[in-house]
């Protein structure tokens, strides 16, 4: 995995936002530093958001950071 994100062979890095460990921390650092984008998701709902208003809105920072990953 290290060597794809350096290499840019991943064309974005999903990470659970919930979770902060030194494999998830170094994996986003990697991610980072070749400029591959990467998108925080959750496993719950914001208290105000509906599942589907959840989803959405997780695409759209999917879609935003592929917009602007020069890929």
């Not at 902060?20 to 986003?28: H, K």
Request: proline share 4%; hydrophobic share 40%.
């Amino acid at each position: 995995m290290q060597d794809d994100l350096t290499n840019r062979k991943v064309k974005l890095l999903l990470y659970n936002s919930q979770v902060s460990d030194t494999l998830t921390d170094r994996l986003r650092a990697i991610a980072q530093a070749a400029k591959v984008p990467v998108v925080g998701v959750s496993e719950t709902e914001p208290p105000a958001k509906t599942y589907q208003q959840r989803i959405a809105d997780e695409l759209d920072a999917v879609d935003r950071a592929l917009a602007g990953s020069g890929m």
